[in-house]
């Protein structure tokens, strides 16, 4: 069996779209307009130097992007009606105005996953008690005033601000007034506001108007078609050198893959506790959600067995537009007492063209 299925987050709002079947078009996580008490400015980017001599911001968040989280979204740079990450590609969306720290699912976040001061600073304001619970299932009209959910603002003097959003209910861990140092344990990340998937939502500002931590100065002229590759320099960003380091601009990426002996959905996926593959297990499946696809992008999934041979694939067809997620699998159904035994391998390509532009391996024995 060589199913696939996808779905792509709808614009304006962190929010998933619920897609069986094919993926749905390219679009973002949001959090938009003003929240009572947490205010979100305009996507305006401001300028503003960037940190030197160990100063800067530090990672807001206690995972590891590209192995146990991922920057799902950037600020978007782009004025009209466009969008642009700060590397001219497409890792954003309409005038997103932070940056978007996900988790790879909701298991995840139940174990619990710290949110953390990016600067030593005061607590502005706060606020807690928003349920976590998808905005799929409260619907807009419950999370209207209360789009960043549970969250807190801390001002950094110099009227530089950092704001926290979709944190846990009842997680929160400083009050207003409160003086923090960087790397304080704030809350945890969460599912409240206008959320469907638990990531955090990241904004810095000077005074009102949005500031790209990777990038601080005005938005430049991005070549025509693609975008800068991902060694071109650029200014130095606000984050700091070790901040910096844990998070190269991935224009695509790994959330999540694995073997399971389950049914996949993209539903199960972003629930986590799929079951593990196993030798007397029912179904044998590999599974990988993408980040960042683009138009044109060709997947694949190759499952190889104990002997070598494949036992499974699946080869899709160009996409017809960029993907914020996708999702493939490929398995069988156990025609006998048990798999084989010994080692299974599964290789997950996207090809843009001839080039190979993201690859994943996943391996197991059974």
């Excluded at 959090?31 to 960037?50: E, I, K, M, N, Q």
Aim: with cysteine; net charge neutral.
């Amino acid at each position: 069996m060589t199913p696939r299925q996808g779905a792509g987050l709808a614009a304006g709002v962190c929010l998933l779209a619920a897609a069986i079947g094919l993926t749905l078009g390219r679009s973002g996580a949001a959090v938009p307009g003003a929240t009572a008490g947490l205010p979100h400015a305009t996507p305006a980017v401001a300028a503003l130097p960037a940190a030197q001599d160990g100063a800067g911001l530090r990672l807001p968040i206690a995972c590891t992007p590209g192995h146990d989280c991922a920057v799902q979204n950037h600020v978007d740079r782009d004025p009209g009606p466009a969008v642009r990450d700060y590397r001219c590609g497409s890792r954003t969306y309409q005038d997103h105005n932070g940056t978007d720290f996900r988790l790879p699912d909701q298991a995840a976040a139940d174990r619990g996953v710290d949110v953390l001061a990016a600067a030593p600073g005061v607590v502005l304001r706060i606020r807690d008690g928003v349920p976590d619970q998808s905005v799929r299932v409260r619907g807009a009209a419950a999370v209207e005033g209360t789009e960043c959910g549970n969250g807190l603002v801390i001002d950094h003097g110099n009227g530089l601000t950092t704001q926290y959003c979709h944190l846990a209910s009842g997680s929160l861990a400083v009050q207003p007034g409160q003086t923090v140092a960087a790397g304080t344990v704030v809350g945890r990340v969460g599912l409240s506001g206008q959320t469907e998937y638990p990531h955090l939502h990241f904004t810095v500002r000077r005074e009102a108007t949005v500031i790209d931590p990777f990038q601080p100065g005005p938005a430049r002229d991005c070549p025509a078609g693609s975008p800068s590759a991902p060694g071109t320099a650029l200014p130095a960003s606000l984050w700091t050198p070790e901040a910096a380091a844990l998070m190269p601009y991935r224009p695509r990426e790994v959330l999540n893959a694995g073997f399971t002996a389950s049914a996949v959905t993209m539903e199960a996926i972003e629930a986590g506790g799929l079951a593990p593959a196993a030798r007397g297990g029912p179904v044998l499946i590999a599974f990988v959600r993408a980040l960042g696809l683009q138009a044109g992008d060709v997947e694949e999934l190759v499952v190889t067995g104990p002997d070598g041979r494949v036992w499974s694939e699946v080869r899709g067809k160009p996409l017809t537009g960029d993907r914020a997620q996708q999702m493939v699998f490929t398995g069988r159904r156990l025609r006998t007492e048990a798999w084989p035994a010994g080692p299974w391998t599964a290789r997950y390509r996207v090809r843009a063209g001839d080039a190979v532009v993201l690859e994943h391996r996943i391996d197991i024995r059974l």
